[in-house]
């Protein structure tokens, strides 16, 4: 189809098409995040099958599964959303109770993403998040009406462990985005 958008009197016209349908998930899909990587394109989906898969372009163009992660067991609800890290490295995930998961791309091989520590809290279903646009901070909304800031606690020769620091947000209503 054709869509026109008009905006201070310069009339843009777009042609839109259908490029490809992605299939992999067996489950409702919630939610997408693209994120450019030296110049490529790729897409994260977050799906009730307990899944995440980060898609990419293949050399003829066609989106492909690059990689697939998740949980087995446990959270039966899978999840809500799912976001990249700033820096591409590091994917954090939202679940129905209130769950995060979070993965770390390995520097030996940038198609292995390993589970890692991630903070908690909230008691309902955490309904969005987002990072601080240079990574330093994650800031996540709930259910559980409360709006909370995690960040690193950088101790020196000791893992690097995220913490909830403030919740700046206490409200009498569920929240749903930041």
């Given amino acids: 189809g054709r869509i026109q958008l008009k905006a201070d009197d310069a009339e843009i016209?777009?042609?839109v098409s259908l490029e490809s349908v992605l299939?992999?998930?067996d489950n409702w899909v919630s939610s997408v995040h693209w994120f450019n990587v030296n110049g490529t394109l790729q897409l994260l989906t977050s799906s009730a099958d307990k899944t995440l898969?980060?898609?990419t372009p293949g050399s003829d163009g066609i989106w492909?599964?690059?990689?697939?992660?998740?949980e087995v067991g446990g959270n039966t609800f899978g999840f809500f959303g799912a976001k990249f890290s700033p820096n591409g490295k590091s994917i954090i995930s939202h679940g129905y109770y209130g769950s995060l998961h979070r993965w770390n791309q390995s520097e030996e091989n940038d198609r292995l993403w390993n589970p890692a520590v991630v903070v908690s809290g909230h008691f309902a279903e955490?309904?969005?998040?987002?990072w601080e646009s240079t990574g330093k901070f994650l800031c996540t909304v709930s259910h559980d009406q409360t709006t909370r800031i995690h960040a690193p606690w950088i101790k020196e020769k000791q893992e690097v462990l995220w913490h909830e620091l403030a919740r700046p947000q206490i409200h009498g209503y569920d929240m749903h985005c930041v």
């Fill in 53 to 55: 898969i980060i898609w």
């Fill in 126 to 130: 955490v309904q969005d998040l987002v």
């Fill in 64 to 70: 492909i599964e690059k990689i697939r992660t998740g």
């Fill in 23 to 25: 299939q992999g998930h």
């Fill in 13 to 15: 016209t777009y042609s």
